[in-house]
């Protein structure tokens, strides 16, 4: 008798806390007011607690500002790359990064954007997940956070253009945000902190009424690198759609990556990108936006990994359609890094410039 109710006041318990986690992200996502933002910083990991909540916020961004000209689209490889850094008009370019999406990913989130008539008004520019970064994973596979851009309905409606593969990797891309959303324990730590705060600033009847967060500093005018996220990293972000790095600690080392493991992209994915490539080139003609593909450069000496080679067999098609720019030759100019994956503004800057999207000094 006393296993049972142990047992079913631990489970209680778990999603009890689970739903906490849940309840004060909605509750704060919902109630982020990004009028006026300017150069002021959202403390994310206040605001969205957990890497997956990330995208509800950077989407709250996009659709309270006017269209840019110009949207940068690819994942976290992208994330630190500022249209503001270099002193461009934040209605002129947005950085559309986020997470671990694929192509395959950006392929869905241009879908729903141009459903929301959200889509930059000019040109798309995407960065491919460099080959040599985690031995061709997230080119076309789904990432964790397709659930994001692809509901359930839309799923099954469109279950003829999913491999066998890709339909198990998006059924766990909708578990795992759940699992995610409700059982992680620094999530669970975060809401706490944030409940602790309320109720020591204001009544029960005020929190109950669903329409009041406290104010954490969460959106400040200074990244204050003591309200970091355990993992210390992606904590704060600008309205231009990027993080800033300053309180990150990056390491700059050469070859990082391992590329003897596994491959993520093989011969079988090469018709794959293909059609990918000539879906996401059908929307843009649609919607008559310039289009531009970019595959960014890791810090590594050269390399002609497996994935690589395979990866050229796969551009020697797609370029035929698109305009595909290589710039893994630039792997060496450590000007350009934050770490071994991560790009930094001055390596905007030379995409602008050898794209000619823009005319910057």
């Known amino acids: 008798m006393f296993s049972k109710k142990f047992i079913l006041t631990f489970i209680l318990i778990i999603f009890s806390i689970g739903f906490l986690n849940i309840y004060t992200s909605q509750l704060s996502v919902k109630n982020l007011d990004l009028k006026n933002l300017g150069n002021k910083y959202i403390n994310m990991r206040s605001y969205s607690l957990n890497r997956l909540n990330d995208f509800k916020i950077q989407s709250k961004i996009i659709s309270s500002k006017a269209r840019p000209k110009i949207g940068l689209f690819g994942n976290h490889q992208i994330a630190f790359m500022s249209p503001k850094k270099i002193n461009l008009d934040e209605n002129l370019l947005h950085n559309y990064q986020y997470g671990d999406f694929s192509i395959f990913d950006t392929y869905f989130f241009l879908k729903k954007l141009s459903e929301q008539n959200l889509l930059p008004s ?56 759940y699992y995610d959303s409700m059982f992680d324990y620094q999530t669970t730590a975060t809401s706490i902190k944030v409940l602790l705060n309320i109720f020591s600033n204001i009544n029960l009847k005020d929190f109950f009424n669903k329409d009041y967060i406290e104010k954490l500093d969460l959106i400040t005018k200074k990244d204050n690198c003591d309200m970091k996220y355990p993992n210390g990293k992606f904590i704060f972000l600008r309205n231009d759609g990027s993080f800033t790095e300053n309180c990150i600690k990056f390491n700059l080392i050469k070859n990082q990556k391992d590329l003897t493991k596994n491959l993520y992209f093989k011969n079988k994915d090469i018709k794959k990108l293909y059609s990918i490539i000539s879906k996401i080139n059908s929307l843009a003609k649609e919607k008559k936006l310039e289009l531009y593909f970019v595959i960014p450069p890791v810090y590594e000496d050269l390399r002609n990994s497996k994935v690589d080679k395979i990866f050229n067999k796969a551009l020697d098609e797609s370029i035929k359609i698109v305009n595909i720019f290589d710039h893994r030759s630039l792997r060496q100019k450590k000007e350009f890094f934050l770490d071994y994956d991560h790009v930094n503004s001055e390596y905007l800057k030379y995409v602008i410039k050898d794209l000619r999207l823009l005319k910057i000094n």
């Open 122 to 177: 000019e040109k798309i520019v995407i960065f491919f997940t460099t080959p040599n970064n985690d031995n061709g994973n997230l080119i076309t596979s789904l990432s964790r956070q397709t659930k994001h851009v692809i509901n359930f309905h839309e799923f099954m409606k469109n279950i003829n253009e999913f491999s066998l593969n890709d339909t198990f990797l998006l059924f766990k891309s909708y578990m795992q945000y």
